[in-house]
């Protein structure tokens, strides 16, 4: 499996995708448009990425998986916040993720190996699951019940993935599924949903971070794969080494 952290505009994903295997499932983390004003991308640049992505789904549909991001959502609800939103475009890009809305998902579930990986923009917490929708959620059915919230258009679900904790402004507990920062995920003592969690969303200098085998935030900008055996490396085979949270 190809995993692909925040695009924000940039084109390394492609570079990772021409090393896809035959019938390899590739996912795409989420965040596709608003790039750093530092990086310099022209909007063209920017909406020709975010087209041709669309586009790589519709030829690989059964396996490549677009994951939405807290930049995302924002346009295709028009509700909550999110960091350099293109208000000059904004209608232009809404369209778009509308017209498209069934090629995406807020979480995808895959076993690999013998651990179950669950993969989403910023990692899914217990607490923040069972505040906003109870105890009917379990482990089995969270990353179903999230992709059919989404779907049905529920009037609680903008809300509730608007939900930031301290870390990132906010006052809640938990950061959303879209919104939880690394910092909430440091000291956990384990994923609780699946054996493993793959996000993004934090954004790192150049390398990745691995707590424990067992939450992965990828963010930093170039692909990554995940074997057979359920080992995340870089492109070329490398593991993820475990993060030293002391120096972090």
């Not at 608003?34 to 991308?41: G, H, I, R």
Request: include cysteine; aromatic fraction near 14%; glycine fraction near 8%.
């Amino acid at each position: 499996m190809i995993v692909i952290p925040d695009v924000h505009g940039r084109a390394f994903w492609k570079e990772a995708v021409k090393n896809r295997k035959p019938r390899e499932t590739v996912v795409f983390l989420g965040d596709y448009l608003d790039p750093y004003p530092n990086e310099s991308l022209p909007w063209e640049q920017v909406w020709g990425t975010f087209n041709e992505i669309i586009e790589y789904k519709k030829k690989h549909p059964k396996t490549t998986i677009l994951l939405l991001g807290n930049h995302d959502i924002r346009y295709m609800y028009g509700y909550g916040c999110a960091p350099r939103h293109d208000y000059f475009h904004e209608r232009q890009i809404r369209e778009l993720f509308q017209k498209n809305k069934n090629l995406f998902q807020i979480a995808y579930k895959k076993k690999i190996g013998k651990k179950d990986f669950i993969f989403s923009h910023a990692g899914i917490h217990k607490r923040w699951i069972e505040d906003w929708f109870g105890k009917n959620v379990t482990k089995k059915n969270v990353v179903d019940y999230l992709n059919n919230l989404y779907l049905v258009d529920s009037d609680i679900f903008p809300g509730a993935l608007d939900e930031l904790s301290a870390y990132r402004g906010g006052w809640g507990s938990y950061g959303s599924v879209l919104w939880a920062d690394i910092q909430e995920w440091l000291y956990a003592s384990e994923s609780y949903y699946g054996d493993v969690q793959v996000f993004a969303h934090t954004q790192l200098r150049d390398t990745p971070i691995n707590i424990n085998d067992t939450f992965y935030d990828l963010d930093v900008r170039r692909g990554f794969r995940i074997d057979d055996d359920g080992n995340v490396c870089e492109m070329d085979g490398t593991l993820i080494k475990k993060t030293e949270i002391k120096k972090l």
